[in-house]
């Protein structure tokens, strides 16, 4: 069993920054890929970036590319995704996912596990 939980999401001025947080509890992440989703408003759920736990590998949507990133501390079992230069259309409530290796990352589906989500709401 995989058990995950987000924090850190807000209210941010356009241009600003946040840090997300993704709690996780498993036995082993080893064998898992780790990945962001969003869900705006009306719209379906979007891959926003993920990455290999035990190689680091990243992927970032291009929709986020060069203002996202995310990261693990594997001593404290937690992930990250650095949210910077946000814009408004980055409102979303933000979900932590986690899968085996054996598919595709960016379809949630393909996803095990996720997160209660956290609500991050950019303003101009």
């Known amino acids: 069993q995989v058990q995950l939980a987000e924090s850190g999401g807000g209210l941010v001025q356009a241009g600003g920054s946040l840090r997300l947080s993704c709690a996780a509890s498993?036995?082993?992440?080893?064998?898992?890929?780790m990945g962001w989703f969003r869900q705006a408003p009306g719209k379906e759920r979007e891959f926003v970036a993920g990455?290999?736990?035990?190689?680091?590998?990243?992927e970032v949507a291009d929709s986020v590319k060069g203002r996202f990133t995310c990261s693990r501390d594997s001593a404290k079992n937690t992930v990250y995704l650095q949210m910077n230069s946000l814009k408004p259309e980055d409102t979303a409530v933000y979900y932590c996912?986690?899968?085996?290796?054996?598919?595709?990352?960016?379809?949630?589906?393909?996803?095990?596990?996720w997160g209660q989500g956290t609500q991050v709401t950019v303003s101009s």
């Open positions: 498993a036995r082993t992440f080893n064998n898992y890929y």
């Open positions: 990455f290999y736990w035990s190689s680091g590998i990243t």
């Open positions: 996912a986690a899968k085996l290796w054996a598919s595709s990352p960016y379809y949630e589906n393909n996803y095990n596990y």
